[in-house]
């Protein structure tokens, strides 16, 4: 297995497989709680796992209003995508999950913040419940 690096985060490594996959993981976003990676990447496409709103330096939940959580949910996949030598102009797609639709207004606003006058396709979930109590969790695919 081959190791290389790329992008401006020193700490993370980037892994290419026989299967021509890159396994991203960057310090600058939660590790992963689970048996999955933050984001691969296969032909030029970058997979992002859902994130949470989890600050990755402290390892805190971020359980105040919609709008925190929704801007360290995009801190966190902006991170990885550029871990991947992606961007947020560079997502063609995102699927939100919402455990609360009449929140989606916030949730909105603070995405239009992030995404400026990008619109990749989107999906929005309403759940009953995400994980720990938090609102939102979005994954999201990019090009490199």
Same mark, same amino acid.
């Given at each position: 297995?081959?190791?290389?690096?790329?992008?401006?985060?020193?700490?993370?490594? +980037?892994? +290419?497989?026989?299967?021509?996959?890159?396994?991203?993981?960057?310090?600058?976003? %939660?590790? %992963?709680?689970?048996?999955?990676?933050?984001?691969? /990447?296969?032909?030029?496409? /970058?997979?992002?796992?859902?994130?949470?709103?989890?600050?990755?330096?402290?390892? *805190?939940? /971020?359980?105040?209003?919609?709008?925190?959580?929704?801007?360290?949910?995009?801190?966190? +996949?902006?991170?990885?995508? *550029?871990?991947?030598?992606?961007s947020l102009d560079r997502v063609l797609k995102v699927t939100v999950y919402i455990s609360d639709i009449s929140l989606w207004g916030r949730l909105n606003a603070v995405y239009c913040e992030f995404f400026k006058d990008h619109r990749p396709a989107r999906a929005v979930v309403p759940t009953k419940e995400l994980h720990y109590g938090f609102q939102v969790e979005m994954e999201a695919i990019a090009t490199r």
């Open positions: 297995m081959a190791k290389k690096h790329r992008g401006n985060n020193s700490k993370k490594k +980037l892994n +290419l497989t026989e299967n021509n996959m890159e396994f991203i993981s960057t310090k600058k976003a %939660p590790e %992963p709680a689970g048996h999955y990676s933050q984001a691969i /990447v296969h032909n030029d496409l /970058v997979f992002v796992s859902g994130q949470l709103p989890v600050n990755p330096e402290s390892g *805190e939940r /971020v359980v105040t209003s919609i709008e925190e959580q929704t801007r360290q949910v995009l801190n966190n +996949l902006q991170a990885i995508l *550029e871990a991947a030598g992606s």
